[in-house]
């Protein structure tokens, strides 16, 4: 009697861990939807256009070297390359303060808003370039929703974390290189074979970058992200079930980096988010 109070006691208990764990992924990819669809969220990305040395006007102008939705005056201002400093300068009659512009490789970086519409500047390499933002776009609007397998607690893995610091240098969708500070390897196991994931740094987080055996099938064929908390006693709580598109699902004007080679598994992942259907 005692046996098989111990025995319903488990199931009980097993049955509510799951419970839990299916509402914590719920959860999670709800607000990874509403942080898609949020004013400046990516949804919203519609330019980026790479800046030459010396004079770029901006506007909606379709002459201009960097075009603005329609909804924004023809002749904004200029923004000034000059060595690696960039400078605005509003054109008459425009609410902005002419300034120095730091770019996204900063924390503080500066970002500059006319209604509905911002945009700053990005460094990528040797290159610095003006993304757009616009919360009135067309892709915002006619966005259809995310796209997953269904919630596998399989896929959450206790990885084991090897340090090991270096740089790493990311190809990118636009051709230029990113270089992210690594601090080390994952390693895990999967239907009794050993597989390893090259990490780097991201704020307080673990950022990965990959491809697997559904890449280009089911999921985006040039990379998912996944970000975990950073180890604890030497391990790390890899669960796949938070993998994630990149931004360049949802728009032509993100840098997304590619996968290093160690980061490229033959592994299926079925966890997950799946690709992306447009409208």
């Known amino acids: 009697m005692l046996r098989k109070l111990a025995i319903s006691c488990a199931i009980i208990m097993l049955a509510n861990a799951q419970s839990s764990y299916q509402n914590e992924i719920s959860k999670w990819r709800t607000e990874r939807e509403a942080k898609l669809k949020a004013d400046d969220g990516w949804l919203t990305v519609v330019g980026l256009h790479w800046l030459k040395e010396g004079e770029n006007r901006l506007g909606s102008d379709p002459k201009a070297d960097v075009v603005l939705p329609a909804s924004m005056p023809a002749n904004v201002g200029t923004i000034e390359l000059k060595k690696g400093t960039v400078h605005f300068k509003p054109a008459q009659g425009i609410p902005l303060t002419e300034t120095d512009l730091k770019t996204d490789v900063t924390p503080e970086y500066t970002k500059l808003r006319i209604g509905r519409v911002l945009f700053f500047v990005i460094e990528r390499e040797n290159r610095f370039g003006v993304r757009v933002k616009d919360n009135d776009s067309d892709t915002r609007k006619k966005f259809t929703g995310l796209n997953w397998y269904a919630v596998d607690p399989s896929w959450r893995i206790k ?121």
């Open 159 to 279: 990885a084991k974390f090897i340090p090991s610091p270096h740089t790493v240098t990311f190809a990118t969708e636009v051709g230029v290189k990113e270089m992210d500070e690594s601090p080390g390897y994952v390693t895990f196991k999967r239907n009794g074979q050993e597989y390893k994931l090259e990490a780097v740094k991201d704020g307080d987080d673990l950022w990965f970058v990959m491809r697997d055996g559904t890449s280009g099938k089911a999921t985006y064929a040039a990379s998912r992200f996944l970000y975990t908390p950073m180890p604890k006693d030497g391990f790390v709580d890899l669960d796949f079930n938070k993998a994630e598109n990149p931004p360049c699902v949802f728009t032509d004007f993100a840098t997304c980096p590619l996968p290093t080679p160690q980061n490229r598994l033959r592994l299926p992942v079925t966890a997950g988010e799946q690709m992306y259907r447009k409208p």
